[in-house]
């Protein structure tokens, strides 16, 4: 994808292609495949944004996975994974030892048959954010649109 800006004119901005990554492990290969990655969005004095997925055909998938990147770099280009972070982590804490391990946040989305619509919201924590969206099957075919929120 185009390291293209969003600038925040349309409802609702159109910022990720009608294929969809597939065939990866984590958010790790998604980071390194160009399909995976969408627009950055400039995110400042903005809070949250709504993330909308339309997805016409789901192939052989039957999840989607989403992952917002936040970055601090001044400018960050999309397929530098280096300039981005997990936008929000989780943590697993062993009861056993008491030490906590973080993971980056990722939203899995079920699929069923058929074109549908998900829409999912996201907490802005830096000035910029992109996400990382992809499927665990082959020829799945979505568009991604955000919107700001406030």
């Known amino acids: 994808m185009a390291d293209d800006v969003f600038d925040g004119t349309a409802i609702y901005e159109r910022i990720g292609a009608n ?3 597939t065939g990866l492990a984590d958010h790790v290969a998604a980071a390194a ?3 995976a990655l969408s627009s950055r969005l400039d995110a400042q004095g903005f809070s949250r944004y709504r993330l909308i997925l339309d ?13 917002a990147r936040g ?7 999309v397929e530098t994974p ?3 972070h ?3 982590e989780i943590d697993s804490v062993d009861t056993a030892t008491g030490i906590s391990s973080h993971y980056p946040y990722q939203n899995a989305i079920q699929l069923h048959a058929g074109a549908q619509r998900r829409a999912l919201t996201f907490e ?4 910029w954010l992109s996400f990382l969206i ?5 020829d799945c075919k979505a568009a991604a649109y955000v919107r700001r929120i406030d």
Request: glycine share 4%; hydrophobic share 45%; aromatic share 4%.
């Open 82 to 84: 280096a300039d981005w």
């Open 124 to 127: 802005v924590h830096d000035p």
């Open 71 to 77: 970055s601090t770099v001044a400018e960050p280009a």
């Open 19 to 21: 294929s969809v990554a």
């Open 134 to 138: 992809w499927a665990d099957g082959a």
């Open 33 to 35: 495949e160009a399909t």
């Open 55 to 67: 997805v016409t055909d789901i192939g052989s998938a039957t999840e989607i996975t989403v992952m």
């Open 86 to 88: 997990p936008n929000d």
